[in-house]
């Protein structure tokens, strides 16, 4: 297992590897659904910034607060009523880069047994510092697939 120091480095490393996987794209490419019953390119970087920014929220409640409680949030319902077509993709990016790199200085900053403070999020129950985290870290690598696969699908590089 990853130390937390490692955890949060990988964390950080997302933005670029977010970056790197949309440079190039015309709008008319983030738009695009290629893939059938798929998220564009745009509603994918949406919906990365907008649960990064909770995902944020709910560590730093678990950080400050004494076993807050984290409310669950419907990513088909985020994708449906916020406008994700109509947002600047360059925008999205500074979200998820600022988030992360705030986010990651109070990281830094915590004693290591911060790590196994808890919140109790009303749909999955228990939830450490830690395992949010891991989970915050994953977010974006497991959605670099589906870009990859648009490309692929519209004929761009990787």
């Known amino acids: 297992m990853a130390s937390s120091a490692q955890l949060i480095e990988e964390y950080l490393a997302g933005p670029p590897a977010l970056g790197k996987a949309v440079t190039g794209m015309s ?77 990651g200085r109070i990281l830094r900053s915590l004693a290591p047994e911060a790590m196994a403070r808890v919140g109790l999020h009303n749909e999955r129950g228990p939830i450490t510092l830690e395992n949010l985290l891991q989970l915050a870290t994953r977010h974006i690598p497991h959605h670099l697939k589906f870009i990859a696969e648009k490309r692929q699908a519209l004929g761009l590089p990787a």
């Open 27 to 103: 709008r008319e490419q983030l738009l695009a659904r290629p893939v059938p019953g798929k998220w564009s390119t745009l509603e994918v970087v949406c919906h990365l910034a907008d649960f990064d920014s909770i995902l944020a929220d709910r560590m730093k409640r678990i950080i400050a607060e004494d076993r807050p409680t984290l409310l669950g949030a419907n990513e088909k319902q985020f994708a449906a009523h916020l406008a994700y077509h109509e947002r600047n993709l360059e925008e999205e990016l500074a979200i998820i880069e600022n988030t992360r790199r705030q986010l």
